[in-house]
């Protein structure tokens, strides 16, 4: 695949509109803001959740959150996934007749915004995976990925308030997506993988949220063995990183970053002295 295969399009009218008000000063200014909207799911004939997502890439959302739920199975048929922008419903469809009456009782409160609730058996399945342990991470390859992806046309440096996430392999980011919710990002990332085939193996996943558990059980059950973020850790996401054996870095930025999980993945290939420092026009805050 090649670099930016999908990448963000901050001028889609359809994600962002801009606003008035004024600045610190009382001065009057026109400011774009991204926009949200409800999405509700359904798996064959039955409602699964609604989400607030902005919209792009409906499939992709639909298959990678099912998927990361465990509710649409790796070797299932989808005979169609049908979307409907004026009522906000998309419908997947399988071979499979499926019931999730009891697992949609069971639901979990967590930590991502735009979110709202996990399934309570999310971990299910997060004991049984085991992530590449041939699986290798240059330093230079950290610099070149902030470097591309912090630089990279995105709705983020357009009107903030999103989250970013993005598929990468060696020093390439190979797709990338945005939402106002990080889970939303990473399920888009996931439903893409399914679709197209695309195996997890030498890849490396890379977030702009917060390593919290949520994101490290995603990150694992798509059996990606790298997570890369600009933000910080939760020590529940770290405890289960090293539980899983997943090489969880946080903090990257510029020239820096933090391990705290699987650093016996990282070779050290590129002097940290010769990484210029990151660019304020492009830091993002972490605290997104």
């Not at 400011?31 to 792009?56: R, S």
């Not at 990361?68 to 998309?90: C, E, F, I, S």
């Amino acid at each position: 695949m090649k670099e930016f295969s999908i990448s963000p399009n901050p001028k889609n009218p359809a994600l962002s509109e801009t606003l008035e008000g004024i600045d610190h000063t009382g001065a009057r200014i026109r400011q774009p803001v991204v926009v949200e909207k409800p999405l509700t799911l359904f798996l064959n004939g039955q409602e699964i959740v609604t989400m607030m997502t902005i919209g792009d890439y409906p499939d992709y959302l639909a298959l990678g959150y099912l998927l990361n739920q465990n509710m649409l199975r790796p070797d299932d048929t989808v005979t169609a996934v049908d979307y409907d922008d004026d009522l906000g419903v998309v419908v997947v469809r399988t071979d499979r007749k499926t019931d999730f009456e009891e697992k949609l009782k069971k639901k979990t409160q967590t930590s991502g915004c735009a979110q709202g609730t996990v399934f309570g058996d999310l971990m299910e399945k997060f004991d049984d995976i085991r992530l590449d342990p041939e699986a290798r991470l240059n330093t230079s390859w950290i610099y070149e990925l902030s470097r591309k992806i912090n630089t990279q046309p995105s709705l983020y440096l357009e009107t903030g308030a999103i989250h970013g996430c993005v598929l990468c392999q060696e020093d390439r980011p190979l797709i990338y997506m945005e939402d106002v919710g990080r889970h939303n990002a990473i399920d888009k990332i996931a439903g893409y993988m399914w679709r197209h085939g695309i195996g997890p193996e030498d890849k490396i996943f890379y977030t702009t949220g917060r390593l919290t558990s949520e994101m490290v059980i995603k990150t694992v059950q798509m059996q990606l063995p790298i997570l890369i973020s600009r933000s910080g850790f939760t020590a529940w996401g770290v405890d289960l990183a090293r539980q899983a054996g997943l090489t969880l870095i946080g903090r990257a930025k510029g020239k820096r970053f933090i391990c705290l999980s699987g650093e016996d993945r990282i070779r050290f290939d590129a002097d940290p002295a010769s990484v210029p420092d990151e660019e304020r026009k492009h830091q993002r805050k972490s605290s997104q």
